[in-house]
């Protein structure tokens, strides 16, 4: 045996899953190769020492947040399926058979090789997850809990209407100035598309509380929104806007020159 | 003086009234199931505190203040709705308990006694403090005009003041629930234990931040950062949001100001 | 009940028996993650991430195929999700940063251990190595996959999996021996 090929049997040596006589023939191997015996235990120490890493043991809020995270999708789930599940017999079976159809046709795409459709594909299915969270998070009684489902929806895909729709939501509605702020935040990662800035000018005038309106105007200025600037003009104006509202507006009127 | 209005028997749905300077007691339905208040008060100071009992205690006092009451005659033109002004709603459902003041009763103080394991909700429009203290569980707090004073709490923290001061004090923090602190022309002064664990959201535009937790900032939004070796706190600075974590990070709390102080001390 | 006929389960809509599948893997995935870029908040991410993956990909789960093999193809292209977006972000010094000491402690008796090994060093020289190395070691060693699971997770022949382990070790003994020489050359 030469060296070369000994080399190739050391991870089945190691794993213990080397056949009998593989493993007869580099042990004689060894007995004649001082220079790989020696390589060999010393690789082997490596290999053992691996063994004994004390392993990282998550917390124990993992598991409190994954069954939380189940039983909102649960409940997304039985609340969609509701929606669109039609009611007769003979169109639940031609349902069915669609859905297995898409099922057989999505298992023949995880077995191809083109990974980055795979890629692609799943990234799709968490954003939808996350979506799937964030709106029923941003559903609940507690402020806590719709900071958490806007902590979900920073992470969406920026293309998420229906994400977007519960953030404006949120922004002009909701009963916690601090969940608005939040949602103001958030919005921050949906800069690219237009319908956010069309959202966020759309949100400003229905605002008053001074805090988010300038998170608000704050936004407009990090998307180099020029065309808010009559928005802003009328805000600095405004006799009942608080003053440091106005000074804000004038600032990013000037910024947006 | 205080009246019963029978509903449907599927919601379990209690109303009384209570005029000013005066002490009503109301129980949870079910004492065992997770509990929660929710008061609403215009006008006046609102305290509401944990203690060892199981009933729901609340006493008003001032309303209708002989100087005020000039104040509160209807306007030309209108009338007044309601026989007694200094009235508050009590209602119950589900175990939540809800009190609403009324905005033409004129500033009415009142102080609540909660059991401590109760979850508590308060917005008020122009009271001078609101003072919540001895509560375990989630706790929202809005003071528009006036301060936030949460004292010797543990759960989670979602609070708010647009001209007062904001001060919060947890003994501990429950694990995975977010929780947000602004003001927008006070200060933000909240203290944390020593061993939370949290995602940190930070962001004032007229104010200075301090603290002596060990706040590992995020790379993407490195602000200036110098030590103040006088005061022993670290002091950072930023126009914009800076974020970072505490012992490794965990659920996000963002404090937030427009013209305040953000201080974050370590219990 | 097996995994793949537990997942079968979940495919075809009792999803609730995720929760089993959860409670058996979440600690191996989570060590995956800690080991592939030491930051435990972005690990427990990641593994939250794999279970909603699993979850919406049901329906095109193969039970002819390993559920663990399939678990990891999950759990690596989340893994690859995460650094393309923080690519940019996290430097080197920061990574080591965030690296938890380990308290070295004297190496016992029981410890077969054929040199006398400092685990912190060991930890050390782990996540030296370059990222598709120390995974294979991770899914070899730490999670103890056999080497045609690997195969399927990283979607290369048996052959290679046996190569890449053999190449992962002699590199690690180098960054080892590394380590190990500028320390002594520290103290001395």
């Given at each position: 045996m030469k060296c070369e090929e000994a080399k190739l049997l050391l991870a089945d040596y190691w794993a213990q899953t080397l056949r009998d006589q593989d493993e007869m023939e580099l042990e004689a191997h060894f007995a004649t190769c001082p220079a790989c015996r020696e390589e060999t235990v010393r690789l082997e120490s490596m290999w053992k020492g691996l063994a004994a890493l004390p392993p990282e043991e998550p917390d124990s809020k993992m598991r409190s947040r994954f069954y939380e995270s189940l039983g909102a999708y649960r409940l997304g789930a039985e609340s969609r399926a509701k929606k669109w599940w039609p009611l007769s017999p003979a169109l639940q079976i031609a349902a069915s058979f669609a859905i297995l159809a898409l099922g057989l046709a999505g298992g023949y795409a995880l077995r191809t090789d083109n990974t980055s459709d795979q890629v692609a594909q799943l990234r799709e299915e968490v954003t939808g997850m996350r979506q799937l969270v964030a709106l029923s998070l941003l559903q609940q009684q507690s402020a806590s809990e719709r900071l958490r489902g806007v902590g979900y929806a920073f992470r969406a895909?920026?293309?998420?209407t229906e994400v977007l729709a519960a953030l404006v939501s949120a922004i002009n509605n909701d009963a916690s100035v601090n969940v608005r702020l939040a949602a103001v935040d958030a919005l921050h990662t949906f800069s690219g598309s237009p319908s956010t800035r069309q959202a966020v000018m759309e949100a400003l005038p229905k605002q008053n509380v001074p805090l988010v309106q300038v998170a608000l105007i704050d936004l407009l200025v990090d998307f180099k929104d020029r065309q808010a600037r009559p928005e802003l003009r009328r805000l600095a104006s405004d006799?009942?806007?608080n003053d440091g509202v106005k000074q804000r507006a004038l600032w990013a009127l000037e910024t947006l020159q | 003086m205080k009246k019963l209005i029978a509903t449907t028997f599927l919601a379990a749905m209690a109303a009384g009234s209570l005029r000013a300077q005066d002490q009503t007691k109301v129980a949870f339905p079910n004492p065992g199931q997770p509990r929660k208040l929710v008061v609403d008060s215009m006008m006046g100071s609102v305290t509401v505190r944990g203690y060892d009992g199981q009933e729901v205690i609340i006493e008003t006092s001032g309303g209708r203040s002989p100087a005020r009451k000039r104040t509160s005659e209807p306007p030309p033109g209108m009338h007044r709705i309601g026989s007694n002004g200094g009235d508050v709603n009590i209602t119950t459902q589900d175990n939540t308990i809800r009190i609403n003041g009324n905005i033409l009763s004129g500033p009415a103080n009142m102080t609540i006694q909660v059991p401590v394991q109760t979850s508590v909700t308060v917005k008020t429009l122009s009271g001078k403090e609101l003072l919540i203290e001895n509560i375990n569980g989630e706790i929202e707090a809005n003071n528009m005009n006036g301060n936030v004073q949460i004292v010797n709490v543990s759960g989670s923290v979602v609070a708010h003041s647009m001209n007062g001061k904001v001060t919060a004090s947890l003994n501990t923090v429950m694990p995975d629930k977010a929780m947000s602190f602004s003001s927008f022309n006070g200060d933000v002064d909240v203290t944390l234990p020593g061993g939370v664990k949290a995602n940190v959201k930070l962001k004032t535009d007229r104010g200075d931040m301090f603290t002596d937790f060990d706040i590992k900032l995020d790379p993407t939004s490195p602000p200036t950062v110098t030590a103040d070796k006088n005061a022993k706190k670290t002091r950072v600075r930023s126009d914009r949001s800076t974020t970072g974590s505490i012992n490794g990070g965990g659920p996000e709390i963002q404090f937030t100001s427009y013209n305040g102080d953000i201080v974050i001390h370590k219990k | 009940m097996n995994d793949n006929a537990l997942m079968q389960e979940v495919a075809g809509g009792?999803?609730?028996q995720l929760a089993i599948l959860f409670e058996r893997h979440h600690r191996s995935l989570f060590r995956y993650f800690v080991s592939m870029q030491r930051d435990r908040q972005v690990a427990e991410d990641l593994v939250q991430d794999v279970f909603f993956r699993m979850l919406r990909y049901r329906?095109?789960?193969?039970?002819?195929?390993?559920f663990t093999g399939w678990m990891y193809q999950i759990a690596r292209n989340a893994f690859m999700d995460h650094t393309r977006k923080k690519r940019d972000v996290v430097d080197i010094d920061e990574f080591a940063d965030r690296r938890p000491e380990f308290a070295s402690k004297q190496p016992g008796?029981?410890?077969?251990?054929v040199r006398k090994q400092d685990l912190g060093l060991l930890q050390r020289a782990l996540d030296m190595l370059p990222t598709e190395k120390r995974e294979v070691l991770v899914l070899s060693?730490?999670?103890?996959?056999?080497h045609d699971e690997i195969a399927i997770v990283l979607g290369c022949e048996v052959g290679t999996v046996k190569v890449r382990v053999f190449r992962a070790v002699k590199a690690l003994e180098q960054i080892y021996t590394g380590l190990e020489q500028e320390r002594q050359e520290n103290v001395s």
């Open positions: 895909e920026p293309s998420n006799e009942s806007v | - | 009792q999803i609730g329906a095109s789960y193969d039970s002819a195929q390993s008796p029981e410890e077969t251990v060693r730490l999670q103890g996959m056999k």
